[in-house]
């Protein structure tokens, strides 16, 4: 086969769901209507802490149409707990609840004001207990625990390494180190150290967690969920019900966002104990409020330390961040090692000490995010960086184009090799906001710079079936969530089929019948699920050469794919014909088998970053000096992709992660008042609308087909996220003067550091 | 791998599927609730045969609630037709109405009573024209035309030899002959012939046909059904709405019986046309009346002449048999193709000369039933195999021995030898009834034999997915119908991998996902997705093997599987650990794949059967000399199944084929007056109750494992049927020296034969 142009790779495609979305025919886990299905409702818990002395659900169950009332207590017929680092988490509260909306009893019922007139109905005794709502009051000396007891260990085998300490609320630490950072920063030119806060926020998808789960004798649990990640909530399952992964169920069906708030086991316990109590189907959807008090970004405080020559090489950084997990691990253990593990963001650096922990607080849990842990710890390095710029004397694009890593170094001994150019990337986006221009004097421009691993090791699996009338379908289990990774895999089967893009269909993902996919999360899915996609493609794409190299007598490579067609030297075969030569009659079809599974290395976290995600931001601000408001009037997003699959889908995507950036930079945070939280609500909280988008936002791509992905691409998706809070406020640093070490960049907290400043 | 004793295989495991269905729980497509689900209901011509000269639904569409409104006319955006072997079905009538009950308007509204209503508001024209209800109506000289115009052909490339003949009601003819049968019969020392009459029954299905469809932008069409072949649905509505294949999927639920009744589309067409002009899910469930006017099974008049040697050496068989196909082909060329194929019986018969017609009339039309045509013919031939024994002073058990093809030897040029041992399953049925001991003087014994061709080509195909905890999935396309192939493919799966039953699961078909699988009729699911199945598996199997081998560094000769682990020399490798290895961490699955595709071959029908189904029956009657009744006080049914991978199943199943038997034998016929169906309802059509078995009913097996199918299983389930109404009306014979000739053998028929005899 020789190479050919691309087809249909590359090009900027409507999404194949868009059309069923935007006409409101779109389904999704809410809508399912199941014979005889029951509506959940959850009592939560009033305290951020409090012994759950009594809970009583017999006044609920004896209420007319209640099929089914669970207090944690009764949970004796199932593994109550579960989690993917620690199984910490019961599916309702175990004589302790641990936070403010922590579900306590449930009930399901024939219809949703019963289920609600049966809450009423459930009795809870509490004994208030003194809550940590901060990492101070976590890592204080004497401060109340959140866990007293050791947790369970987690199913995830490869997760296995994480352990909580003993008597505190630290539920995780880690450390990496290499070379001799004391001594480097010690003999640097520039030393400088600050500690940068980024707030608790909420992923707020359009769409609230949602289960609807249903029992059945022959097939086990069938569980309709709207997850990130089905095959780790199949897990779970399995282990709380003790039954095999093979009649455990997982469909999802339409998402509405997940930002990582759909990884791993979320409602799907509760909905699956509730169905089995209640012995019918039984729906559970979470409101906007709940979604609230189910998972977070991890709220965090990052000590930075960074060493320079007065040349500008940096030569060391010192990392200490504590994340705040909340009351349960979820992954945030997890979050904190992989995060801190590239704290020293896309540069060369020779010494480097990082730590970091995770932390309990008597808050909702916070788990994956967008970004995974980095912006967090990029918010201080890339905050440092333009502030070490200033005090010698240069310019933040150069010092950072100094000392970028580059093509094909090496991260860390054993980890992938870096696989795209940093400084292509801060060079379209210096030239895109006009760098080198004067910017008018009411403005000022800032750029940050990123980089991050994916999940490793990692596995996707798929399968590509060609039918005899030279349609496609692909079955894989990437969780379609608004990226556009539907359109993406059937862009893949397309070109390497030589079929039209309407000819391919993309099957949701269902445990039962879409192979094993790890996660929709870590900007994995193109590089990974699309793989394998290519890869059950190309073992059609040889049968089909193979049927017809046989059938004619020619050999394989005297024969090329053109528009569902083999082509020989002389004849030219529709597939038609070519399965017809194979089944000896009008059936049959053709069946690819695709499986990436690069297995663990000896890269530090066990596994090597199937590639890197690289971007850099640059932005230019305004600021109302009377009321502090910042202003973002321009934003570009340069992203390394490798090859963009779909140009017009990855623009909308990057073009969101900066909008959703901006909201932690500007808008958003998660605040507690003695324990509750105080707007957790779609009224009270605040994301970014769609009269905050900067007015001009530019999203690039950078494209060397350097990825490991379908075509040479590779992730992108979080990369335009994370720059953003560092490049605003490098911008407004640089207008000025003020630098701001806490998010979001409020109004308020901008006008004090104004003021503070004259 | 050495061989091992079964474990799973050959076990009466109970059914995997049985607690949900004997618990009320199983969930049916009349089950099946969608979002917004509209309800269709069918107007029915009243008349046989009608010009259909207006069909106005503008009244019907403008009542409230009423969401789509159709006439034939009107189904200008799709292609109309239908049928497997021509497109001679409309799905709603145009122009012309060919019997009573064929659909001619159609609404969906938002629920049933306002669709019952809707179809009142609807005026239809029709101008009566004369009918044809029999065989001889249909082939008198001068016959009005059922059909007119030439059909289009059907969309079965397999089928494309099919051909009506024009100007007359002649659906298809087929001719087969071997040797000089004129010459034979000619020389021959007896020759007998005579005329036998079959009955249309009905397939009388617990559920009758149902469908529910949608449609979507993203996946096209969507449709569960009651169906047998849900791939031979989707191929035709692929074309009738003119979308790939890939966007159409058929998933087929629970199915509660189907003999037939559900292969090719029925309601699929009609429900799919609804839900597309009503923008929405539409529900179309057919009552058992409606299921009448669906499809049944051919009628038959069928002459056959055999000429034997004194010494009880068949040498010849002619047959000339009418079968009337009803209004529309369907299946019934091919029925009458592939029966007559095999209208010599079990027996070897140096020349034959077979000639049959498939005949239009004004009637429901014909399709598949449970044999396949062959019920028909074995009636005649049995009957007059057992004439000739009473002729020629023979044994009708010796008779057939001397006469049985044997082990190994050719049925035809081409085709599958004869794999079986016919005079074992004689001796078998002789000895279990007793044969060779005085009956009772009030009882008769006879006995009849089978034997049958399966579908060929054929195509079947699985994919098999190992799991880590070492639970297995099976995709396969197979329907579950009450006969037990998910149980039988579990077993299957269970024994090449060495796990528990219990830890299969076997998924629904699915066209979207489960892999192509070309019907689940003939007999043939065991044998051919059974052997998918098994070839799957062993894929699997070796990748287990392969993994081991190259981390153990041994030779995958000296490992083994054992109860969900490798056994390597010295060493033990549980699945889990097994994929640890393969994966490098606690994800991913192993993927098998089969497919089982022998292709076209010399036979004389373009394929070789994949087995031969083999059976014989043995039936004690009594009469009632007053009434005519005749009581079958103990039948035994012996088939040549190879193995028996589930004997509970199989027992079950012929018991189920002896009784349905018993029903064309002794009790069901569609009875027709002035063009009208007298019975065709729940109250009216008499099937077998429970207190119609016979007392004593014994099914046995053969089991030398020389099946093609895996294990050495064969098909079974359709042999049972067959000698039903040969063994019950020699046993009367040779009670009360009366023959009847035409089924079925109510009292009346009976009484007035022995009458006669007096």
Redesign the interface.
């Known amino acids: 086969m020789s190479a050919r142009p691309l087809r249909v790779v590359g090009r900027p495609v409507p999404r194949?769901?868009g059309?069923?979305k935007v006409?409101g025919?779109?389904?999704y886990v809410t809508?399912?209507?199941?014979?005889g299905m029951a509506h959940a409702r959850v009592m939560r818990s009033p305290y951020a802490h409090a012994r759950v002395r009594r809970v009583d659900v017999t006044r609920a169950r004896a209420l007319t149409g209640v099929l089914a009332a669970l207090s944690g207590a009764e949970l004796t017929w199932c593994e109550p707990y579960y989690g993917p680092a620690y199984r910490d988490r019961p599916v309702l509260a175990i004589d302790v609840a641990r936070y403010e909306g922590e579900p306590v009893a449930a009930v399901a019922a024939v219809d949703e004001a019963t289920a609600d007139a049966a809450l009423d109905l459930i009795e809870v005794d509490y004994e208030p207990l003194p809550p940590v709502i901060t990492l101070e009051e976590a890592l204080a000396a004497g401060a109340p625990l959140v866990h007293t007891g050791k947790p369970q260990a987690g199913?995830?085998?490869?997760l296995s390494t994480l352990r909580p300490e003993p008597g505190t609320n630290i539920c995780h630490q880690f450390h990496f180190a290499r070379g001799d950072s004391a001594g480097a920063l010690a003999s640097a030119d520039l030393v400088l150290d600050d500690t940068y806060r980024f707030p608790p926020v909420q992923h707020y998808a359009m769409e609230p967690h949602a289960a609807v789960a249903v029992w059945?004798?022959?097939?086990?649990l069938t569980i309709w969920a709207s997850s990130q990640n089905p095959?780790s909530v199949r897990?779970e399952l399995?282990k709380m019900f003790d039954v095999?992964?093979?009649?455990i169920r997982v469909v999802v069906p339409h998402l509405g966002g997940g930002f990582g708030s759909k990884t791993y086991a979320k409602l799907e316990p509760l909905a699956a104990a509730l169905a089995r109590a209640a012995g019918r189907p039984v729906r559970l959807a979470a409101s906007v409020a709940e979604a609230f008090q189910t998972v977070r970004r991890c709220a965090a405080r990052v000590h930075v330390r960074v060493g320079f020559r007065r040349d500008g090489l940096l030569v060391a950084v010192e990392c200490d961040a504590d994340y705040d997990v909340g009351a349960y691990a979820d992954i945030g253990p997890r979050v904190v090692q992989k995060a801190t593990y590239t704290a020293t963001g896309p540069y060369r650096v020779p010494h480097v000490e990082l730590a970091a922990r995770a932390v309990y607080t008597n808050t909702t849990p916070g788990g994956a995010f967008r970004g995974f842990g980095v912006p967090q710890l990029a918010w201080a390095l890339e905050s440092l960086v333009d502030a070490a710029a200033d005090r010698l004397g240069r310019d933040p694009v150069e010092l950072r184009r100094q000392n970028f890593l580059a093509h094909g170094e090496e991260f860390a001994p054993g980890d992938t090799p870096i696989d795209g150019k940093l400084e292509e990337s801060l060079s379209r986006a210096a030239e895109a906001i006009g760098w080198t221009r004067a910017s008018a004097a009411d403005r000022g421009r800032g750029v940050a710079a990123m980089l991050k691993a994916s999940v490793a090791?990692?596995?996707s699996?798929a399968?590509v079936?060609l039918?005899?009338?030279?349609?496609?379908?692909v079955?894989a289990s990437a969780v379609e969530m608004g990226q556009g990774t539907?359109t993406v895999l059937a862009q893949i089967a397309a070109e390497v089929l030589c079929v039209p893009l309407?000819?391919?269909?993309v099957?949701q993902p269902?445990t039962?019948?879409?192979?094993?996919d790890?996660t929709t999360s870590s900007s994995r899915s193109t590089t990974m699920t699309g793989r394998a996609v290519q890869v059950a493609s190309e073992d059609v794409r040889e049968q089909l050469l193979r049927i017809t190299a046989e059938a004619l007598g020619v050999a394989t490579r005297d024969l090329t794919l053109d528009e569902g067609a083999v082509v020989a030297p002389a004849r030219r075969l529709p597939y038609a014909e070519v399965l017809?030569l194979?089944?000896?009659?009008?059936?049959?079809?053709l069946?690819g088998?695709g499986?990436i599974?690069?297995?663990?290395t000896a890269a530090p976290l066990g596994?090597s970053t199937p590639f890197w995600e690289m971007a850099v931001g640059a932005a230019e601000v305004s600021v109302d000096e009377e009321t502090g408001a910042v202003r973002v009037e321009r934003y570009v997003s340069v992203a390394d992709v490798g090859r963009a699959v779909n140009p017009l889908l990855l623009e909308g995507q990057d073009e969101g992660g900066v909008v959703q950036g901006l909201g932690h930079t500007l808008l958003e945070e998660m605040l507690y008042a003695d324990g509750h939280l105080l707007n957790g609500t779609l009224l009270l909280y605040r994301v970014p609308r769609a009269d905050d988008a900067p007015p001009a936002l530019e999203c690039h791509f950078v494209e060397n087909a350097d990825g490991s992905g379908p075509f040479g691409a590779k992730g992108a998706g979080e990369g335009s996220l994370i720059p953003v809070s560092p490049a605003v406020a490098n911008a407004l640093a640089r207008l000025t003067g003020v630098r701001l070490r806490d998010l979001p960049l409020t109004p308020e907290r901008v006008w004090r550091a104004l003021r503070a400043r004259r």
């Not at 809508?31 to 014979?35: A, E, Q, R």
């Not at 199913?155 to 490869?158: C, V």
């Not at 059945?216 to 086990?220: I, K, L, Q, V, Y």
């Not at 039918?467 to 379908?473: A, L």
């Open positions: 194949v769901d059309l069923e006409t025919r779109a389904r809508d399912l209507v199941l014979p199913i995830f085998a490869d059945s004798e022959t097939d086990g095959y897990v399995a095999p992964l093979a009649r090791p990692s596995v699996e399968i079936r039918h005899t009338d030279g349609s496609v379908s079955l539907r309407a000819r391919v269909t099957v269902d039962a019948v879409t192979p094993y790890q017809l194979r089944f000896g009659m009008s059936g049959g079809e069946i088998r499986v599974a690069p297995g663990r596994g």
